[in-house]
């Protein structure tokens, strides 16, 4: 099972760029890299997912090197509504793998006036 | 409008009580999940529906009993639940093509549950 890593929490201003990192060491070969945003007593949103390189979407980018075994996530110039929770997983090709994902505490970015 | 939609939002219950949460998709969707979240913890997968056919069940206790009538209908039945169950409970669908291609989930907003 392919655990993450991301850090608890981040802060920033709005208009800035905000790069969120997370670490998947154990990522399986028919893993996909998925972020998932949350806000307070609201189900997660799908934001973006990708396997490799860079994939570019109208809110994110997820930029995911060679070896796989990280990506990270990039919100250009965030709003005070991104404050919110992010969670990366890995995994999750079909609902038969998507049962094994395993969700962390994800990074809870505080955007700031 | 997510797609997903759960009823009711809000529910509070005795410990000897019965209820229902209710979860429909309107996305087209043949996987169906039920996912509990509690404060300060990660989501916790508690069933998984593929074509109408449980497909996991992840050690939730008794007291607790899902339902998939059809693809776009997700039930979890409740009876004597305990202080320790209150929670945010949240139903997800997603596509499952088992081809390899992957399919993120679509969640609802869920049903907060208080156990008094």
């Known amino acids: 099972l392919a655990k993450t890593t991301q850090p608890i929490s981040m802060d920033s201003y709005e208009g800035q760029e905000v790069n969120i990192t997370c670490s998947h060491n154990?990522?399986?070969?028919?893993?996909?890299i998925t972020w998932y945003q949350q806000f307070p007593s609201q189900g997660p949103r799908f934001i973006i997912q990708g396997y490799k390189t860079k994939v570019t979407n109208e809110v994110a980018s997820l930029f995911i090197p060679a070896d796989r075994k990280s990506s990270t996530l990039s919100l250009p110039r965030v709003s005070l509504s991104d404050t919110a929770v992010y969670y990366c997983l890995v995994g999750g090709d079909n609902a038969g793998n998507n049962r094994k994902l395993i969700w962390g505490l994800g990074t809870s970015l505080a955007v700031n006036p | 409008e997510t797609g997903v939609t759960q009823t009711p939002r809000h529910l509070v219950m005795g410990m000897t009580n019965k209820k229902s949460l209710k979860c429909e998709q309107h996305?087209?969707?043949?996987?169906m999940y039920w996912y509990k979240q509690s404060a300060k913890k990660p989501l916790e997968l508690m069933f998984v529906?593929?074509?109408?056919?449980?497909?996991e069940n992840n050690s939730v206790p008794s007291r607790f009993s899902p339902e998939c009538p059809n693809s776009s209908h997700l039930f979890l039945h409740l009876h004597t639940l305990q202080p320790e169950d209150s929670a945010l409970y949240l139903c997800?669908?997603?596509?499952?093509?088992?081809?390899?291609?992957?399919?993120?989930?679509?969640f609802g907003d869920g049903t907060r549950l208080s156990i008094l």
């Open positions: 996305l087209g969707h043949n996987a």
């Open positions: 997800a669908s997603s596509q499952d093509r088992g081809t390899g291609a992957a399919q993120p989930q679509h």
């Open positions: 529906y593929s074509l109408e056919e449980r497909v």
């Open positions: 154990n990522i399986a070969t028919n893993d996909y």
